[in-house]
Protein backbone atom coordinates (compact mmCIF):
# COMPACT_ATOMS: atom_id res chain seq x y z
CA UNK A 1 0.00 0.00 0.00
CA UNK A 2 1.52 3.31 -1.05
CA UNK A 3 -0.62 5.74 0.57
CA UNK A 4 -2.36 4.74 4.27
CA UNK A 5 -5.85 4.00 4.30
CA UNK A 6 -8.00 6.08 6.53
CA UNK A 7 -10.16 4.15 8.84
CA UNK A 8 -12.63 5.51 11.36
CA UNK A 9 -12.72 3.28 14.35
CA UNK A 10 -15.90 3.41 16.27
CA UNK A 11 -16.12 2.52 19.76
CA UNK A 12 -18.67 3.12 22.82
CA UNK A 13 -16.10 4.21 25.68
CA UNK A 14 -18.23 7.10 27.30
CA UNK A 15 -18.19 6.59 30.75
CA UNK A 16 -17.72 2.97 32.15
CA UNK A 17 -14.33 1.70 33.16
CA UNK A 18 -15.34 -1.46 31.50
CA UNK A 19 -15.89 -0.17 27.71
CA UNK A 20 -12.68 2.06 27.81
CA UNK A 21 -10.66 -1.17 28.46
CA UNK A 22 -12.37 -2.25 25.48
CA UNK A 23 -11.30 1.06 23.73
CA UNK A 24 -7.73 0.84 24.85
CA UNK A 25 -7.09 -2.93 23.71
CA UNK A 26 -8.90 -2.33 20.56
CA UNK A 27 -6.44 0.50 19.75
CA UNK A 28 -3.24 -1.00 20.54
CA UNK A 29 -4.25 -4.64 18.99
CA UNK A 30 -5.31 -2.62 15.65
CA UNK A 31 -2.25 0.24 16.02
CA UNK A 32 -0.27 -2.68 16.61
CA UNK A 33 -1.25 -5.44 13.36
CA UNK A 34 -2.55 -2.59 11.11
CA UNK A 35 -1.30 0.81 12.32
CA UNK A 36 1.69 0.47 9.26
CA UNK A 37 -0.68 0.81 6.40
CA UNK A 38 -3.58 2.70 8.18
CA UNK A 39 -4.27 5.85 9.69
CA UNK A 40 -7.10 5.75 12.54
CA UNK A 41 -9.54 8.18 13.21
CA UNK A 42 -11.46 6.93 16.79
CA UNK A 43 -15.18 8.06 17.31
CA UNK A 44 -17.55 7.28 19.86
CA UNK A 45 -20.43 6.07 17.72
CA UNK A 46 -23.30 7.63 20.16
CA UNK A 47 -22.20 10.61 17.79
CA UNK A 48 -22.86 11.46 14.67
CA UNK A 49 -20.47 9.83 12.60
CA UNK A 50 -18.72 12.76 10.43
CA UNK A 51 -15.55 12.54 7.91
CA UNK A 52 -14.74 10.62 4.44
CA UNK A 53 -13.18 7.18 5.27
CA UNK A 54 -11.52 4.38 3.21
CA UNK A 55 -13.42 1.93 5.86
CA UNK A 56 -15.16 1.42 8.83
CA UNK A 57 -14.09 -0.80 12.11
CA UNK A 58 -17.10 -1.09 14.59
CA UNK A 59 -14.79 -1.97 17.52
CA UNK A 60 -16.54 -4.11 20.79
CA UNK A 61 -19.09 -3.91 23.05
CA UNK A 62 -22.39 -5.56 23.10
CA UNK A 63 -24.09 -4.62 20.58
CA UNK A 64 -25.77 -6.79 19.20
CA UNK A 65 -29.13 -6.47 20.40
CA UNK A 66 -32.86 -7.97 20.12
CA UNK A 67 -33.88 -4.66 18.66
CA UNK A 68 -31.81 -2.29 16.32
CA UNK A 69 -29.23 -0.42 18.51
CA UNK A 70 -29.69 3.51 18.58
CA UNK A 71 -25.65 3.49 18.13
CA UNK A 72 -25.82 1.16 15.27
CA UNK A 73 -29.17 3.09 13.63
CA UNK A 74 -26.44 6.05 13.74
CA UNK A 75 -23.89 3.84 11.81
CA UNK A 76 -26.63 2.95 8.79
CA UNK A 77 -27.48 6.36 8.79
CA UNK A 78 -23.69 7.12 7.66
CA UNK A 79 -22.84 3.91 5.54
CA UNK A 80 -26.15 3.49 3.45
CA UNK A 81 -24.94 6.55 1.57
CA UNK A 82 -21.78 5.52 1.33
CA UNK A 83 -19.80 2.41 -0.56
CA UNK A 84 -17.24 2.03 2.12
CA UNK A 85 -16.11 -1.22 3.93
CA UNK A 86 -16.98 -1.90 7.22
CA UNK A 87 -15.39 -4.76 9.38
CA UNK A 88 -16.74 -5.29 13.05
CA UNK A 89 -13.86 -6.45 16.23
CA UNK A 90 -14.53 -8.44 18.97
CA UNK A 91 -18.76 -7.44 19.02
CA UNK A 92 -21.01 -9.35 21.69
CA UNK A 93 -24.97 -9.16 21.93
CA UNK A 94 -26.73 -7.24 24.35
CA UNK A 95 -28.13 -8.44 28.32
CA UNK A 96 -31.68 -8.76 27.43
CA UNK A 97 -33.41 -12.09 28.17
CA UNK A 98 -34.06 -14.64 25.21
CA UNK A 99 -35.51 -18.51 25.23
CA UNK A 100 -33.76 -19.49 21.72
CA UNK A 101 -31.49 -18.76 19.55
CA UNK A 102 -34.16 -19.15 16.84
CA UNK A 103 -36.01 -15.47 18.24
CA UNK A 104 -33.59 -13.87 19.46
CA UNK A 105 -33.70 -10.46 16.86
CA UNK A 106 -37.53 -9.34 17.54
CA UNK A 107 -37.20 -6.46 14.06
CA UNK A 108 -36.27 -6.61 11.19
CA UNK A 109 -34.12 -3.50 11.68
CA UNK A 110 -31.22 -5.50 13.91
CA UNK A 111 -31.20 -8.06 11.11
CA UNK A 112 -30.93 -5.81 7.61
CA UNK A 113 -28.27 -3.46 9.64
CA UNK A 114 -26.24 -6.67 10.30
CA UNK A 115 -26.60 -8.16 7.25
CA UNK A 116 -25.70 -5.19 5.05
CA UNK A 117 -22.66 -4.70 6.98
CA UNK A 118 -21.40 -7.82 7.23
CA UNK A 119 -22.31 -7.77 3.37
CA UNK A 120 -19.58 -5.07 2.92
CA UNK A 121 -16.86 -6.69 4.04
CA UNK A 122 -17.82 -10.87 5.07
CA UNK A 123 -15.11 -9.76 8.12
CA UNK A 124 -17.17 -9.75 11.03
CA UNK A 125 -15.72 -11.02 14.43
CA UNK A 126 -17.04 -11.99 17.99
CA UNK A 127 -16.44 -11.97 21.29
CA UNK A 128 -18.13 -15.18 22.82
CA UNK A 129 -19.59 -18.44 21.74
CA UNK A 130 -23.14 -17.40 22.18
CA UNK A 131 -22.90 -14.18 19.70
CA UNK A 132 -21.20 -16.43 16.96
CA UNK A 133 -24.25 -19.06 17.05
CA UNK A 134 -26.50 -16.20 16.81
CA UNK A 135 -24.73 -14.88 13.69
CA UNK A 136 -24.50 -18.08 12.20
CA UNK A 137 -28.42 -18.12 12.39
CA UNK A 138 -28.12 -15.75 9.91
CA UNK A 139 -25.90 -17.01 7.81
CA UNK A 140 -22.61 -14.74 8.85
CA UNK A 141 -19.81 -16.34 8.93
CA UNK A 142 -18.82 -14.39 12.00
CA UNK A 143 -15.45 -15.72 13.51
CA UNK A 144 -14.99 -16.33 17.31
CA UNK A 145 -11.66 -13.59 18.08
CA UNK A 146 -12.64 -13.23 22.07
CA UNK A 147 -13.47 -9.88 23.44
CA UNK A 148 -10.55 -7.65 21.86
CA UNK A 149 -9.78 -6.61 26.39
CA UNK A 150 -8.69 -10.60 26.21
CA UNK A 151 -5.26 -9.64 25.27
CA UNK A 152 -2.47 -8.30 26.77
CA UNK A 153 0.49 -7.97 23.98
CA UNK A 154 3.14 -7.24 26.65
CA UNK A 155 2.60 -11.22 27.64
CA UNK A 156 1.47 -12.78 24.76
CA UNK A 157 3.74 -11.49 22.39
CA UNK A 158 6.91 -11.54 24.42
CA UNK A 159 5.36 -15.18 26.08
CA UNK A 160 5.94 -14.25 29.71
CA UNK A 161 3.06 -16.62 30.42
CA UNK A 162 4.51 -19.65 31.53
CA UNK A 163 1.93 -22.35 30.78
CA UNK A 164 3.19 -24.73 33.34
CA UNK A 165 2.22 -22.69 35.97
CA UNK A 166 -0.97 -22.65 38.43
CA UNK A 167 -2.34 -20.12 41.02
CA UNK A 168 -1.46 -22.51 43.64
CA UNK A 169 1.38 -19.59 44.15
CA UNK A 170 -1.06 -16.51 45.27
CA UNK A 171 -1.16 -15.07 48.30
CA UNK A 172 -4.63 -13.46 48.77
CA UNK A 173 -4.40 -10.00 50.40
CA UNK A 174 -6.26 -7.96 48.47
CA UNK A 175 -9.67 -8.49 47.18
CA UNK A 176 -11.33 -6.29 44.43
CA UNK A 177 -15.16 -6.10 44.37
CA UNK A 178 -17.51 -5.15 41.41
CA UNK A 179 -21.12 -5.09 41.19
CA UNK A 180 -23.56 -3.89 38.81
CA UNK A 181 -24.37 -0.53 38.10
CA UNK A 182 -26.98 0.98 40.35
CA UNK A 183 -30.02 3.02 39.10
CA UNK A 184 -33.18 4.95 40.35
CA UNK A 185 -35.52 2.82 38.83
CA UNK A 186 -37.83 0.26 40.39
CA UNK A 187 -35.93 -2.78 38.93
CA UNK A 188 -32.60 -1.71 40.27
CA UNK A 189 -34.14 -2.20 43.86
CA UNK A 190 -33.44 -6.26 43.51
CA UNK A 191 -29.77 -5.65 42.71
CA UNK A 192 -29.35 -2.63 45.46
CA UNK A 193 -30.50 -5.55 48.18
CA UNK A 194 -28.84 -8.08 46.89
CA UNK A 195 -25.91 -6.11 46.60
CA UNK A 196 -25.82 -5.16 50.58
CA UNK A 197 -26.10 -8.21 51.27
CA UNK A 198 -22.85 -9.04 49.14
CA UNK A 199 -20.65 -6.45 50.43
CA UNK A 200 -21.74 -7.29 54.41
CA UNK A 201 -21.25 -10.95 53.88
CA UNK A 202 -17.58 -10.34 52.05
CA UNK A 203 -16.96 -8.31 55.89
CA UNK A 204 -17.59 -10.97 57.45
CA UNK A 205 -16.48 -13.71 56.22
CA UNK A 206 -12.96 -11.74 54.87
CA UNK A 207 -12.46 -9.47 57.90
CA UNK A 208 -8.96 -9.33 58.02
CA UNK A 209 -8.40 -8.49 54.40
CA UNK A 210 -8.33 -5.44 52.98
CA UNK A 211 -11.78 -5.73 50.72
CA UNK A 212 -11.64 -2.63 48.09
CA UNK A 213 -15.20 -1.98 45.93
CA UNK A 214 -14.48 -0.36 42.78
CA UNK A 215 -17.20 1.05 40.81
CA UNK A 216 -16.69 1.51 36.81
CA UNK A 217 -19.65 4.21 36.07
CA UNK A 218 -18.47 6.35 39.09
CA UNK A 219 -20.74 7.76 41.68
CA UNK A 220 -23.10 9.01 38.99
CA UNK A 221 -26.95 9.13 41.31
CA UNK A 222 -27.94 8.37 44.57
CA UNK A 223 -28.02 4.57 44.99
CA UNK A 224 -24.60 4.70 44.06
CA UNK A 225 -23.84 7.12 46.08
CA UNK A 226 -25.74 5.39 48.85
CA UNK A 227 -24.07 2.50 48.50
CA UNK A 228 -20.70 3.82 48.58
CA UNK A 229 -21.15 5.24 52.03
CA UNK A 230 -22.66 1.99 53.26
CA UNK A 231 -19.22 0.28 52.03
CA UNK A 232 -16.86 2.97 54.07
CA UNK A 233 -19.09 2.36 56.93
CA UNK A 234 -18.30 -1.12 57.36
CA UNK A 235 -15.01 -1.01 56.51
CA UNK A 236 -14.70 -1.08 52.87
CA UNK A 237 -12.78 0.87 50.49
CA UNK A 238 -13.88 2.67 47.61
CA UNK A 239 -12.72 3.56 44.32
CA UNK A 240 -14.15 5.69 41.37
CA UNK A 241 -12.70 4.27 38.10
CA UNK A 242 -15.11 5.95 35.48
CA UNK A 243 -13.62 8.13 32.65
CA UNK A 244 -10.73 5.83 31.84
CA UNK A 245 -9.39 1.93 31.23
CA UNK A 246 -9.26 -0.30 34.19
CA UNK A 247 -6.00 -1.37 33.38
CA UNK A 248 -4.68 2.56 33.58
CA UNK A 249 -5.57 2.19 37.56
CA UNK A 250 -2.44 1.23 39.65
CA UNK A 251 -4.75 0.28 42.99
CA UNK A 252 -6.89 -2.12 40.86
CA UNK A 253 -3.79 -3.60 39.79
CA UNK A 254 -2.29 -4.07 43.08
CA UNK A 255 -5.47 -6.44 44.21
CA UNK A 256 -4.90 -10.04 44.74
CA UNK A 257 -8.02 -11.45 43.16
CA UNK A 258 -11.43 -10.42 41.98
CA UNK A 259 -14.87 -11.56 42.92
CA UNK A 260 -18.15 -9.63 41.34
CA UNK A 261 -20.35 -8.69 38.54
CA UNK A 262 -18.32 -6.59 36.51
CA UNK A 263 -17.57 -8.57 32.69
CA UNK A 264 -14.58 -6.30 31.86
CA UNK A 265 -12.94 -6.68 35.86
CA UNK A 266 -13.19 -10.31 35.77
CA UNK A 267 -11.49 -10.30 31.98
CA UNK A 268 -9.01 -7.93 33.25
CA UNK A 269 -7.65 -10.08 36.18
CA UNK A 270 -7.71 -12.59 33.94
CA UNK A 271 -5.53 -11.07 31.87
CA UNK A 272 -2.98 -10.46 34.58
CA UNK A 273 -3.32 -14.43 35.18
CA UNK A 274 -5.01 -13.54 38.63
CA UNK A 275 -8.03 -15.73 39.98
CA UNK A 276 -11.38 -13.95 39.70
CA UNK A 277 -15.22 -15.35 40.58
CA UNK A 278 -17.87 -13.95 38.24
CA UNK A 279 -21.69 -13.29 39.84
CA UNK A 280 -23.47 -13.56 36.16
CA UNK A 281 -26.37 -10.58 35.85
CA UNK A 282 -27.25 -11.19 32.31
CA UNK A 283 -26.39 -12.79 28.78
CA UNK A 284 -23.16 -10.70 28.81
CA UNK A 285 -21.90 -12.42 31.53
CA UNK A 286 -23.25 -15.82 30.68
CA UNK A 287 -22.04 -15.49 27.13
CA UNK A 288 -18.99 -15.52 28.10
CA UNK A 289 -18.91 -18.11 30.64
CA UNK A 290 -19.99 -19.77 27.76
CA UNK A 291 -16.41 -18.95 26.14
CA UNK A 292 -14.02 -19.04 28.58
CA UNK A 293 -15.24 -21.23 31.76
CA UNK A 294 -13.89 -19.61 35.37
CA UNK A 295 -15.91 -19.96 38.74
CA UNK A 296 -18.93 -18.41 38.55
CA UNK A 297 -22.58 -18.10 39.74
CA UNK A 298 -25.79 -16.47 39.32
CA UNK A 299 -25.74 -13.11 41.44
CA UNK A 300 -28.57 -14.29 43.61
CA UNK A 301 -29.16 -14.44 47.68
CA UNK A 302 -27.80 -18.32 46.73
CA UNK A 303 -25.09 -17.54 44.51
CA UNK A 304 -23.30 -14.96 46.04
CA UNK A 305 -23.70 -17.10 49.26
CA UNK A 306 -21.72 -20.07 47.25
CA UNK A 307 -19.24 -18.25 45.29
CA UNK A 308 -17.93 -16.25 48.20
CA UNK A 309 -18.10 -19.12 49.90
CA UNK A 310 -15.56 -20.92 47.44
CA UNK A 311 -13.10 -18.10 47.68
CA UNK A 312 -12.93 -18.54 50.70
CA UNK A 313 -12.20 -22.09 50.64
CA UNK A 314 -9.83 -21.42 48.07
CA UNK A 315 -8.18 -19.20 49.82
CA UNK A 316 -7.25 -21.30 52.59
CA UNK A 317 -6.29 -24.21 50.55
CA UNK A 318 -4.22 -21.98 47.99
CA UNK A 319 -5.93 -23.73 45.42
CA UNK A 320 -6.95 -21.92 42.48
CA UNK A 321 -6.26 -24.67 39.69
CA UNK A 322 -9.28 -23.97 37.84
CA UNK A 323 -7.88 -21.31 36.53
CA UNK A 324 -4.58 -23.29 35.34
CA UNK A 325 -6.00 -23.50 31.50
CA UNK A 326 -6.95 -19.82 31.02
CA UNK A 327 -3.75 -17.85 29.63
CA UNK A 328 -4.35 -21.56 26.64
CA UNK A 329 -7.88 -20.11 26.06
CA UNK A 330 -6.77 -16.90 24.96
CA UNK A 331 -3.45 -18.05 23.45
CA UNK A 332 -6.09 -20.18 21.36
CA UNK A 333 -8.21 -16.83 20.53
CA UNK A 334 -5.12 -14.89 20.13
CA UNK A 335 -4.01 -16.81 17.12
CA UNK A 336 -7.91 -16.07 15.81
CA UNK A 337 -7.54 -12.56 16.31
CA UNK A 338 -4.30 -12.12 14.92
CA UNK A 339 -5.39 -14.15 11.78
CA UNK A 340 -8.73 -11.77 11.31
CA UNK A 341 -6.68 -8.28 11.72
CA UNK A 342 -4.39 -9.98 8.44
CA UNK A 343 -7.79 -10.27 6.65
CA UNK A 344 -8.19 -6.77 6.90
CA UNK A 345 -4.90 -5.81 5.56
CA UNK A 346 -5.57 -8.52 3.18
CA UNK A 347 -8.81 -7.13 1.50
CA UNK A 348 -7.04 -3.83 1.03
CA UNK A 349 -4.37 -5.32 -0.82
CA UNK A 350 -6.71 -7.63 -3.23
CA UNK A 351 -8.67 -4.47 -3.74
CA UNK A 352 -6.12 -2.15 -4.60
CA UNK A 353 -4.90 -5.30 -7.00
CA UNK A 354 -8.13 -5.04 -8.55
CA UNK A 355 -8.19 -1.47 -9.03
Known sequence: MDQKIRMGVLHGAIRNAGDFFIYESGKKLLENFLGSDFDFTYKLRTEQINGNFDGLIILGGPLISRKIHPQSKNIFKYIKKRD?????????????????????????????????????????????????????????????????????????????????????????????????????????????????????????????????????????????????KLANMIGIKTYDLSGKSLDSSPEFYKYDVHIGTRLHSHIYFLTLNKPSF?????????????????????????????????????????????????????????AVMKNFLNKIVLFYSKKGEAL
Open 278 to 334: LLSVDNRTGAFLKTIKTPAENYANSGIKNLVNMLKRKIEENNFNEFDKVSDEISKLY
Open 84 to 228: IPVFCFGLGISGEKFSSDENYFLDLGSIKFWKHVYEKTKLLSVRDKITYLLMRKLAIKAELTGDPALFNLETLEENKVDKEKNMNFYKINKIAVTIPNLSLSIYSLKDFLLTTYFLFLLKMKFNKKDIGLFFQHGYSNLPTRIMK
